[in-house]
């Protein structure tokens, strides 16, 4: 795998999804050593900083095992957002190339239910520009077969951005986990030529099948 990773850094549109397959060696995890079911007690803090309520920004938690005392969301869970340490991870908090917000969501038992990677829209405009390819990306890393997808509704005066339109939304069932991708490529009414929405957004939670 470091073989092939370095090799295929030379041809620029294979290097982000190679650095995604490379981040995930473990095929069980979802979002570095995170995976859907597991003990919040288990989470090392080390390659984890700025903890914080998702729906209290202001409380900052000193560790994963202080998530109890985030408020619950509509959905029963409490939401944690998270960064990667820049000790650890070299690029970052970002998944395979692309800068991201992460979220993990926790249930009563102390177990994690969900995560969220969000494209993160204060990202350089160069990388704002490739958000919508995190999504093929993610199907990628989780097989390209068994997903189902649907175009979401055109609005009006919605615009192609370069050419390419995307309001869609995938999602497939693997190892008791749904995966749902929601990508969107356009240019609103009231935005210009040098604005647009590009966005990756994935939600993992276990499956209630």
Same mark, same amino acid.
């Given at each position: 795998m470091k073989l092939l990773?370095?090799?295929?850094?030379?041809v620029p549109l294979l290097v982000f999804a190679v650095q995604f397959a490379c981040a995930q060696v473990d095929p069980s995890s979802d979002v570095g050593n995170l995976f859907i079911g597991m003990p919040i007690?288990?989470?090392?803090?080390?390659?984890?900083?700025?903890?914080?309520?998702?729906?209290?920004?202001s409380r900052k938690l000193r560790s994963w095992s202080d998530s109890s005392e985030c408020p619950l969301g509509m959905d029963q869970l409490r939401a944690v957002r998270f960064e990667f340490d820049p000790a650890t991870? #070299?690029?970052?908090?970002?998944?395979a190339g692309h800068p991201v917000i992460l979220t993990a969501l926790i249930d009563d038992s102390e177990t994690l239910a969900g995560l969220k990677i969000d494209t993160d829209p204060e990202a350089r405009?160069?990388? #704002?520009?490739?958000?919508?390819?995190?999504?093929?990306?993610?199907?990628?890393?989780?097989?390209?077969?068994g997903w189902t997808c649907m175009q979401r509704g055109h609005e009006a005066g919605e615009r192609a951005v370069g050419g390419i339109y995307i309001r869609e939304s995938c999602r497939k069932t693997l190892q008791r986990r749904l995966l749902v991708i929601e990508r969107d490529l356009f240019r609103r009414p009231d935005?210009?030529?040098?604005?647009?929405?590009?966005?990756?957004?994935v939600t993992i939670t276990r499956d209630s099948q």
């Open positions: 990773c370095r090799a295929v850094m030379a007690r288990t989470i090392p803090n080390a390659g984890y900083i700025d903890l914080s309520c998702v729906d209290d920004a991870s #070299r690029d970052g908090t970002s998944i405009l160069y990388m #704002r520009k490739k958000a919508f390819l995190l999504g093929a990306q993610v199907k990628s890393r989780y097989g390209s077969e935005q210009g030529r040098k604005d647009f929405v590009n966005r990756t957004q």
